[in-house]
C-alpha cells in the first residue's frame, strides 16, 4: 500500500510541475519532464500498484476492509490513470494478464462477486477517461495504443521494431547456445544499441545460454508449484497475490527491458523471497 501512495504523491508532483513548468515540459526542456530518460521505468511500478489495488477491492467483501473502500478506490484511480498516461502497451497488456489471474484465483475460491467485477469495471473506465486531458505528448495516452494499426503499418512496426531486435538475437543465440556470451552480451554484440533485447527470455539465453535458463526456470518454477499448491490446499491469497505480481513482471519482460533494470529486479528478488520463504514455512 505504501508504493500506491508513494506513486500517487509522484504523480500530484508531475501536475503541480506541470502547472508551473508546462512550456518546459511540452519543449522537451531538460529535466523539465522528470521521466524524460526513460518514461517506461514508471509503468512497471503503476501496474504493480494497479493490480494489488485491483486484487485489493475485488475482496473487499471481508468486513475489516470495507472501511478502506473509498481510500483504496481513489490510489487505485491514480495509479491506474497513470498507468494508461504513461502509454506503455507492454505494462497495460501484462496488467490485463493479471486481473484474468486474479479473476480466475478469486472464482476457485468462491470470493467473487459481480457487483465487485462492475465496480472496478467503472473505476479503470473512469480512470482512463482521467488521463485524457494530461495526454499531451505523442508518446502517452490511449491514443498510443493504436500506433501501428495503420493499414500500411508492418508488425515490425506495431511492435516499435521488437521483432528485427528478437530476430538478430535469435541469430546470436544460435551461433552459442548452451552456455551464452556472459552478462550484458547483448550491449556489445546487439546491432540496434540498445542495453537488452526487450525480452527477458532472450537475454538469458543470449548471456547464460540454455544451461542458465534451464536452472533460473527451476527455481521459478518451484515458487509457481508451492503457490498454487498454497491456493488449491489451503485457500491462501497472500501466496497467489505474490505470484501473480511475479507473473506480471515476467509477462512485462517478455516485452520490455523489466528484467533488466536494477529497480524491477530488486521487488522481483522480493515478491520471489516472500513467495519462497512463505510457502517454505506454511505449506
Known sequence: MALSISISLYVVFLLIDFLLNSNAMQN?????????????YAGYIAML????????????????KKHNIY??????????????WL???????????????????FIYLKNIAL?????????????????????????????RFLIGFEDSASLDKFSSGRL??????????????????????????????????????LQILLEFGLLGLLFL???????????????IVNKDQNSILALILIISLFVHGLLDGTIY?????????????????YNKAKF
Open 28 to 40: 522537451y526542456e531538460r529535466n523539465a519532464l522528470p521521466l524524460i530518460t526513460n518514461r517506461r
Open 49 to 64: 500498484n494497479s493490480i494489488f489495488l485491483f486484487f485489493y477491492l475485488l475482496n473487499i467483501n471481508d468486513e475489516s
Open 71 to 84: 481510500y483504496c478506490s481513489l490510489l487505485y484511480i491514480v495509479n491506474f490513470s497513470f498507468l494508461t
Open 87 to 105: 502509454g506503455g502497451r507492454g505494462a497495460v497488456f501484462s496488467f490485463l494478464i493479471s486481473i484474468i489471474l486474479i479473476m480466475l484465483a
Open 115 to 143: 457487483k465487485s467485477i462492475i465496480f472496478l469495471f467503472i473505476l479503470s473506465v473512469l480512470s482512463s477517461i482521467v488521463s485524457i486531458p494530461f495526454s499531451i505528448f505523442e508518446w502517452n495516452g490511449m491514443h
Open 164 to 201: 528485427s531486435m528478437w530476430a538478430d538475437t535469435l541469430v546470436l543465440i544460435l551461433q552459442q547456445p548452451f552456455l551464452g556470451y556472459g552478462a550484458d552480451a547483448y550491449r556489445f554484440l546487439g546491432p540496434t544499441g540498445h542495453y537488452q533485447p526487450h525480452n527477458f527470455v
Open 217 to 231: 526456470g527451476a527455481f521459478f518454477s518451484s515458487i509457481v508449484k508451492k503457490s498454487i499448491g498454497k491456493l
Open 261 to 277: 533494470h536494477a529497480q524491477p529486479v530488486m521487488l522481483l528478488a522480493i515478491l520471489c523471497a516472500y513467495a519462497f520463504v
